[in-house]
């Protein structure tokens, strides 16, 4: 078949791309000079090494991871519920686990896996919230149902952020919280990533291996079961995997918008909407999507920019050529 | 194959609420291997839920259901996936799946639950479209093709479950009278190779062009079902329908007629 030989091309393309922005990125950077560190440091400087391997290094990865975990919930979402303009962030998934983290820090302490099972127990709060919320509506499609209650139940959980920003300890704590809201990952190191790893590798390993069933998971429930599907309950099973790799990923970087929204588009259009190239696509553009926009945030100016803000600003106008754009379909 | 009525429904009662009355109460019918069954109704009348119930998505509170001989709640999903098919009366597909990628779904059955199409599923595909003369539209979008091809489109998914028992949802309620004679001609064929096919329409012409077996539902229920010659009558169409109705032979074909004038 051309056309499976085509997006094998296509895959190819895609990771060795992947993979040289990875190389790339860790010399990116803000020292010895902005902007770019000759590979030949590595070997004369002692201080170069060190940073490379201590923060660089973890951090590229968890760009890397956590570009595919946003992107893989994002492509995940849109086709279980049906809807192609959902994403973590719009059901309710990112703030939940914002407010969960906030508050681990607040009241149980700050330890990096209390946090993570904060911030998913919150997640997927919010995303059975957004969800039941959304059933019990009276009017309206289901997609505007959906993104209405997910703006609602957001609404509820960034007032709760708020409310925990005011009760904060000036100090010590509210810097901490309000790095959630904004998104970052400066202060990644090694062991960061070790405590989220197994969320998000089991999350993504869920997501990547039932890929192709996602698809039959998209369609009615009378045309899922009748393909032999338990449709609750495999839909359920991969909605944990991606919302736990989500808010994984969440409660070290923070909010992190748009990039689960506009990538799985993005694959959909080189890819074609079958989830079995969507999925690995996702999450590969995501990864490199992320990884470049982290680089941007910081070695662009000499204080960091927050991740967050760089992906919405990004996310926000590749969306908006999306919508405008001729070209492509999108039916709502 | 055998002759033993592959569908055979004893006592089947049926309510979505407990407290109401039932949707359907005590039907009994047997439907051999490889014949046509329509049930026959206004809009409304309970037919989605029946084929529902023989789908195995809804469980009935009373009585039992055989298929093959075997009681349906002794399938496991998987060997009940390859058993029966269903072609919904509208499927919402919100993704530009391409012909071929739609169809592909259909092969569920035979995949475990991490496992992509291989080769032979994709060539039973390719031969299922070359049956159903769709070759040239494998790789169009689901989403851009007419009506009458969308129809063919979702037959065809549910044929490469290789179904020995076809559920249709109103499958000609919105096409014109040549891809209704498409469809029907199809489905005739089906039941010819073994098949058995139970589709619902609201048209009794419809069910008269192709089904050996009648099942009239009105306000969820069961009025009368049987082979159609005794139950295509003036009588118990017009007590489905609630407005008088004849039947008239036309060249030998039944035709069902509004009895009535609008003044």
């Keep these: ?332 | 194959m055998n002759t033993s009525g592959i569908i055979s429904l004893s006592n089947l009662t049926f309510s979505y609420d407990a407290d109401l009355q039932n949707a359907i109460s005590d039907l009994s019918l047997e439907i051999p291997a490889g014949s046509i069954a329509a049930i026959l109704g206004p809009n409304g009348a309970g037919k989605s839920t029946l084929l529902h119930i023989i789908l195995g998505m809804l469980a009935p509170q009373g009585g039992q259901i055989l298929l093959d001989g075997k009681n349906l709640s002794t399938y496991s999903r998987r060997e009940m996936s390859r058993l029966v098919g269903l072609v919904p009366q509208i499927e919402h597909i919100p993704f530009e799946f391409s012909v071929m990628e739609y169809i592909l779904l259909g092969r569920a059955p035979y995949l475990g639950i991490l496992q992509m199409p291989a080769e032979e599923d994709y060539q039973t595909v390719s031969e299922i479209l070359r049956t159903l003369k769709l070759t040239h539209l494998a790789h169009r979008a689901v989403l851009d093709l007419s009506g009458g091809e969308r129809q063919m489109v979702l037959m065809a998914r549910a044929l490469a479950q290789q179904p020995r028992i076809l559920l249709l949802d109103e499958p000609t309620s919105h096409l014109d009278l040549s891809n209704k004679g498409h469809i029907l001609r199809i489905l005739r064929d089906l039941a010819e190779q073994g098949v058995t096919v139970i589709f619902t329409t609201h048209d009794p012409y419809t069910a008269v062009l192709s089904a050996q077996y009648l099942i009239l539902m009105r306000d969820g229920n069961i009025l009368d079902s049987g082979p159609i010659e005794q139950i295509l009558k003036a009588d118990k169409l017009t007590s489905t329908y609630g407005v008088p109705v004849r039947v008239v032979k036309v060249n030998g074909h039944s035709v069902i007629l509004l009895d009535q004038t609008l003044t």
């Design chain 1, 1 to 332: 078949m051309p056309e499976r030989s085509r997006l094998t091309r296509l895959f190819w393309l895609l990771g060795l791309t992947l993979l040289g922005i990875l190389v790339v990125s860790i010399f990116i950077g803000r020292y010895p000079t902005p902007y770019w560190m000759s590979p030949s440091l590595l070997r004369e400087d002692e201080l170069a090494r060190r940073l490379v391997l201590a923060l660089r290094l973890p951090r590229v990865l968890t760009a890397l991871l956590m570009g595919m975990s946003l992107s893989a919930a994002g492509a995940v979402l849109q086709m279980i519920f049906r809807n192609p303009l959902v994403e973590p962030g719009f059901l309710g998934v990112s703030q939940g686990a914002a407010f969960g983290a906030a508050l681990s820090i607040l009241w149980v302490g700050s330890s990096p896996i209390v946090m993570e099972v904060s911030a998913i127990l919150f997640a997927l709060m919010g995303l059975l919230l957004s969800y039941s919320l959304a059933r019990r509506m009276r009017h309206g499609s289901w997609a505007l149902r959906l993104i209405l209650s997910g703006i609602a139940v957001s609404a509820l959980f960034s007032a709760g952020n708020g409310i925990m920003k005011y009760l904060a300890d000036p100090l010590s704590q509210l810097p901490e919280i309000t790095f959630w809201m904004l998104g970052g990952l400066w202060g990644m190191t090694w062991n960061k990533l070790l405590f989220i790893s197994p969320f998000v590798f089991v999350g993504l390993l869920i997501v990547y291996l039932m890929r192709w069933r996602l698809n039959l998971l998209s369609l009615s429930d009378e045309t899922a079961f009748s393909l032999g599907t338990a449709p609750a309950r495999e839909r359920t099973l991969l909605l944990v995997g991606a919302v736990s790799a989500t808010a994984a990923i969440t409660a070290v970087g923070g909010i992190v918008g748009w990039i689960g929204l506009i990538v799985p588009h993005i694959a959909r259009r080189i890819f074609g909407a079958n989830a079995q190239y969507t999925i690995p696509a996702s999450m590969m553009i995501g990864g490199v999507l992320t990884v470049i926009c982290d680089n941007l945030a910081r070695s662009l100016l000499p204080g960091e920019i927050p991740l967050g803000i760089i992906t919405s600003l990004i996310g926000a106008v590749a969306f908006l050529a999306l919508m405008i754009s001729p070209k492509i379909k999108m039916r709502i």
